[in-house]
């Protein structure tokens, strides 16, 4: 399928031209169904018909690994099993995702999002000096500087990782969301992820997440290990996509940028709507036969839900491809919907009031460092958003006549 965006903002083109409910046909051969409407993107999340498990869905993308045949989710990966075995999961992590205990997280993600500030200061110096915050600076990369590092360390001071481990589990992130990597380094990526796990397991020191759920003593270890390894590949890519996503977003709308401060949380709700980065991995498969609009979905057919494109729908937003942050983006699908909702939701939107708030009141000069459509996107990988984002601040000298 074409993936041209009309900007690096936008759905594809020929996702829009869809239905709201259409047939698909996937790598393996299977005939399925693609969802691009909101209202039936909406049903099938809250469905129960339809089922998340691993064994029973049809891969959309013609990565190399698409052919081989699913399996079941091992014990602990719960964003692939249906209830009750998900409840299950979900009852014992459900606490340390919710309100109160991000609150309690709230100075850790003050201070993260500050000391990438200071980072992305020191960057940008000149000649060597020390930045100057009315001078010009060197292009800095605001992904590496800023969007990476904030999410990926509160997940860390969360589950009770060394900070330090951080950039080895973004890089297996990366290599596990990206549609170009082989079997092998896929499984090698993993094997990372969960070896930092067995590691925190083992210290016994830690107070963080995984050592709490290890002392309700509910788990055993196979369980603890993918549980962990689930919680630390998804727990910050999507949120440092979405932070660099938006002040490339913000960047470019100088009128929108300005209506931030105002109201920082109807903002991030409507950058969500209007930015949804969750390319084609979400993903049900229908036990039974079901009629939803006015198709009949059979048994044993996938459906992939087009979330980005369910946002832009004009029978639910108005004028969907304008940002607007002043507009009430309640109900959006960025974090899906039903049981199987993000669990991460109350995290990630606190992460991105601070964050982008914090971004545009210490750099308010801030700008693009090349043209916007020089910046590079993540078309190949699962968790759409941007390479690289070089943006620069201070004064540009006028330039004087000869």
Avoid: K
Avoid at 3 to 29: I, Q
Avoid at 152 to 172: S, T, Y
């Amino acid at each position: 399928m074409e993936t041209d965006r009309p900007t690096p903002f936008d759905p594809p083109v020929e996702l829009r031209r869809r239905a709201p409910l259409s047939r698909l046909a996937y790598p393996d051969g299977h005939l399925g169904w693609v969802a691009t409407g909101y209202s039936v993107t909406r049903a099938i999340l809250a469905d129960p018909r339809f089922s998340t498990r691993r064994e029973l869905l049809h891969q959309p993308v013609g990565r190399e690994r698409a052919v081989e045949p699913p399996t079941p989710a091992e014990p602990g990966i719960f964003p692939h099993m249906d209830p009750p075995e998900h409840t299950r999961y979900r009852r014992l992590l459900s606490g340390h995702f919710g309100p109160r205990r991000v609150a309690e997280l709230m100075p850790a993600i003050r201070r993260y999002t500050a000391e990438a500030l200071d980072g992305l200061a020191d960057a940008g110096t000149n000649g060597g000096t020390p930045a100057d915050p009315t001078a010009p600076t060197d292009p800095v990369d605001l992904v590496a500087s800023f969007a990476m590092p904030i999410p990926a360390l509160v997940i860390c001071e969360l589950l009770g990782v060394r900070a330090e481990d951080r950039q080895r589990i973004q890089a297996a992130t990366a290599v596990m969301n990206d549609l170009d990597s082989r079997p092998d380094q896929v499984i090698d990526a993993v094997m990372s992820i969960t070896g930092t796990v067995r590691g925190v397991l083992a210290d016994g020191r830690s107070d963080g997440l995984l050592a709490q759920a290890a002392a309700t003593g509910e788990l055993n270890d196979e369980e603890l290990t993918n549980l962990g390894m689930v919680l630390l590949a998804t727990g910050h890519l999507p949120t440092s996509s979405m932070l660099a996503l938006g002040a490339f977003a913000l960047l470019t709308d100088p009128a929108q940028r300005a209506r931030l401060a105002a109201d920082p949380e109807r903002a991030v709700e409507e950058l969500l709507r209007y930015l949804s980065i969750l390319q084609f991995d979400v993903r049900r498969t229908a036990l039974v036969d079901v009629e939803i609009d006015g198709q009949v979905v059979a048994a044993g057919e996938t459906v992939v839900l087009a979330l980005p494109v369910a946002n832009r729908d004009p029978e639910r937003f108005p004028d969907p491809d304008t940002l607007d942050v002043t507009r009430s983006a309640t109900g959006h699908l960025a974090f899906g919907h039903g049981v199987h909702q993000c669990l991460g939701q109350h995290l990630a939107r606190a992460e991105l009031r601070v964050a982008l708030t914090a971004l545009f009141e210490r750099f308010p000069d801030l700008r693009l460092a090349v043209p916007a459509a020089e910046v590079p996107t993540r078309d190949r990988m699962a968790v759409y958003g941007v390479d690289r984002l070089p943006v620069a601040w201070g004064v540009i000298p006028a330039v004087q006549p000869r």
